[in-house]
């Protein structure tokens, strides 16, 4: 019950984004067609009803998600988040992505309410397409797609498969909206107009298929890494739901309909099986938001190996925890083998709140590490989220380094994520914790 709260306003808000986007292809296709009308009023008319329809869905999405992130960021109830929003939107990345996505939307507002009685403007087409396939991208960049970082191939793929998705499935639903069946059956500027939608509607299939095919294979392996992960996680188990719709939706488009001498019964044809299919793209994008809202199941299988690891890490090598007294200490090689990192607990374990640790840095030939840069980046890959404060390191000596206000929001499974610089050789390295009250 809580994922399917958690995704109505992302499937609201890939909706609006979808529809718009697949309003602006309708309107690039059709634009001569619609010039040559004698009702070009009517059609202009409509498609100004669904942009301002899909803006307003954006606007609200906007916020809503806004809301929904701080809530899961900061632990608190949709009552008391509004003190900790400006520490959201101009201390997280999240909240920089956002400011992106607001700017666009707003962009997209001015574009419409100077542009719109003039939305033939090449320029007016444009602005809103940039608008939206920017929108597109700040989705990517605060989602797990993002969680090694901005501008990666990872982030990029998720872009690509995003963008080719909402056109495809955009156009249908924009279809849906633009036109009534009822009417066009006995109007020939309709059938005119759709006819010339639907060949370059079947044109564009081919190629935007190939994106969605490899760029889709990509993510696939990256958040799922395994077909057992499909069955046995929430994310895989939304995400096989959604393949299964999909790979019904385009076995219909492997045959392309021949137009034919008969104009309109290839128009009305195409229209009937796009208000079908339109449908089948609302479930798709309805699975998306509800998965998206889930932990990526390769990501939900490295936490489970956590913490088996950390169960038998206490009695377990060189490499392992080792207690004593009231402290703790967690000694791990960084992953290319440069140092080797210990962590010293002084309380045994980090708390909800603000904690402190002390940092035991050597080189690769076990002499003491001095003057590296580190940085320290707590982050809870449960939901996706580090924390406001950043981590503030000293260099005490000897290869010892302090770490204050290490803030950890919440309870639940926490990572420390650390990046060891000397000179020109960087390495890291992520040590996991159970955090308690």
């Known amino acids: 019950m809580n994922s399917l709260i958690h995704g109505l306003i992302p499937f609201i808000d890939l909706t609006a984004l979808s529809a718009l986007i697949g309003t602006l292809i309708c309107l690039l296709w059709s634009m001569r067609a619609i010039s040559e009308s004698a009702t070009i009023d009517l059609y202009m008319a409509r498609y100004r009803r669904v942009l301002l329809l899909c803006l307003l869905g954006l606007s609200i999405s906007s916020i809503g998600m806004l809301f929904q992130r701080a809530m899961v960021m900061a632990g608190l109830g949709i009552m008391e988040i509004s003190p900790v929003l400006p520490a959201v939107i101009f201390n997280s990345h999240y909240g920089i992505t956002w400011l992106v996505r607001v700017a666009c939307v707003t962009v997209a507002w001015l574009v419409w309410l100077f542009g719109r009685r003039r939305l033939n403007s090449p320029i007016v087409k444009i602005l809103l397409l940039l608008a939206c396939v920017v929108i597109a991208f700040s989705r990517s960049a605060s989602s797990h797609a993002a969680d090694n970082g901005d501008f ?34 006995d109007n020939l500027e309709q059938q005119h107009i759709i006819s010339g939608i639907a060949d ?79 449908f089948l793209i609302l479930a798709i994008l309805f699975f998306v938001a509800l998965f998206t809202q889930e932990v990526p199941a390769r990501h939900a299988a490295h936490l489970k190996m956590m913490e088996q690891e950390h169960k038998t890490a206490q009695n377990q090598g060189p490499n392992r925890a080792v207690e004593g007294g ?112």
Not at 258 to 264: T, V
Not at 362 to 374: F, N, Q, R, Y
Request: proline content about 3%; charged content about 20%.
């Open 152 to 185: 990666t191939l990872q982030e990029f793929s998720d872009w690509f498969h995003l963008l080719g998705a909402i056109s495809f499935g955009g156009t249908l639903l924009s279809i849906l909206l633009l036109f009534s069946a009822s009417s066009v059956t």
């Open 200 to 278: 370059r509607f079947y044109i564009s299939f081919g190629p935007v298929f190939a994106l969605l095919i490899f760029s889709g294979i990509y993510n696939s392996w990256v958040d799922v890494g395994s077909f057992e992960a499909l069955m046995t996680n929430p994310y895989g188990q939304y995400l096989s739901v959604k393949l299964l719709i999909v790979l019904f939706l385009t076995s219909r488009y492997i045959v392309i309909p021949q137009k034919g001498k008969d104009e309109a019964a290839y128009a009305i044809k195409f229209l009937k099986r796009s208000r079908t299919d339109a």
């Open 326 to 437: 009231k402290e703790q200490r967690l000694v791990r090689m960084t992953d290319r083998g440069f140092y080797t990192v210990e962590v010293l607990l002084k309380d045994k374990q980090l708390a909800v709140g603000v904690n402190t640790c002390d940092l035991i840095m050597h080189a690769k030939d076990g002499t003491a590490l001095s003057g590296a840069e580190i940085k320290v980046v707590p982050w809870m890959p449960e939901m996706g989220h580090g924390v406001f404060d950043k981590p503030v390191v000293k260099e005490k000596g000897g290869g010892v380094y302090n770490v204050e206000n290490v803030v950890l929001i919440m309870e639940g499974r926490w990572e420390l994520r650390l990046t060891v610089k000397k000179d020109n050789t960087e390495d890291s390295v992520t040590f996991a914790f159970s955090v308690t009250s």
